[in-house]
């Protein structure tokens, strides 16, 4: 699921952290500023490192809130100035971003706590810093913090239900992704996270229909994530079927080389119904490609419905 703090997180199985990524399917975590258009996540993702940090909880990732540019001249360049000098230049905030980039999470923390303590956006991504260090109980008091100063906050909304999802606390992740959603109805990211909670519940029909919604709004919200953050999150079954409606999803767009990623995901997760595989409308196109049977035959998959390796 993605957090988002597209600095992505997050939805509720996808990124590194990127400060400034667009507003996860598994969760993203969302860490949205002032001058934040919003996360894909994704989804701030939280990482579960392909999924990024962003990505194991499905966090959405916030876009970053500024770029501050050293001054040059004739008698000094930026590369004149000692990186830590430039460093202290800066304000509080601005630090913290830049080293969640480098991923030096105790060092932000620290660089956000010299913050403003009455922005909702800075406790929003000191819960992000603690959520990529896997600390959720500090992660969430944040949020919360973040909450109580702006209750319709969509990010620390999306974000809170994020940890949720990561305490397999499905119900209360969904409540959270959907009072986010109401607040910000067009981010592929909450919708990527609720689908990936509904999966986890093997509400697989509910699944779809969030992951279809957030694919609607952004084509690339599951790209732009890591596909393991669900991984992290699920046993394999549940990421198996997850990977399959992904690949389904995307055939069924037309991009067949995104199709094909998904499809061996699957299988490597352990999905071998090839009666599904073979009767799937969606795979009708890529049934013809090289592709397909190259990696059918890689994994040693029969074409024959009801052989399986």
Not at 57 to 65: I, N
Not at 229 to 242: K, M, S, Y
Not at 289 to 308: N, Y
Request: net charge neutral.
């Amino acid at each position: 699921m993605r957090t988002q703090y597209r600095i992505r997180a997050a939805t509720p199985r996808c990124w590194c952290v990127a400060l400034l990524a667009i507003c996860v399917c598994s969760p993203g975590v969302s860490g949205q500023g002032p001058n934040d258009p919003g996360n894909p996540s994704h989804n701030a993702s939280y990482a579960t490192s392909p999924r990024p940090l962003s990505s194991d909880f499905g966090l959405a990732q916030e876009s970053r809130a500024g770029t501050t540019q050293m001054p040059s001249g004739p008698a000094q360049s930026a590369s004149s100035v000692p990186p830590e000098l430039a460093m202290a230049s800066l304000p509080p905030e601005t630090q913290g971003d830049l080293l969640m980039i480098h991923q030096r999470y105790l060092a932000a923390i620290a660089a956000y706590q010299r913050a403003s303590k009455d922005s909702p956006v800075i406790w929003n991504k000191l819960g992000i810093a603690y959520q990529h260090m896997y600390a959720l109980d500090f992660a969430k008091a944040q949020y919360e913090k973040a909450l109580f100063l702006n209750p319709k906050y969509p990010e620390a909304l999306n974000n809170l239900g994020t940890v949720y999802y990561g305490e397999k606390d499905y119900r209360k992740a969904e409540k959270f992704y959907r009072k986010a959603m109401h607040l910000k109805p067009n981010c592929a990211s909450f919708y990527s996270n609720l689908g990936t909670a509904y999966f986890a519940e093997h509400k697989y029909k509910n699944g779809l229909e969030a992951y279809q919604r957030a694919f609607a709004i952004d084509p690339n919200v599951f790209i732009n994530e890591s596909v393991e953050r669900i991984a992290e999150n699920g046993p394999l079954e549940e990421q198996a079927q997850l990977n399959f409606e992904l690949a389904r999803l995307y055939a069924n767009a037309g991009n067949m080389e995104v199709a094909i990623k998904y499809l061996r995901l699957a299988f490597i997760d352990g999905f071998d119904d090839m009666k599904k595989v073979m009767a799937a409308k969606e795979f009708a196109v890529l049934r013809e490609k090289p592709e397909f049977h190259l990696l059918l035959a890689e994994e040693h998959l029969s074409e024959a419905p009801g052989q399986s390796r």
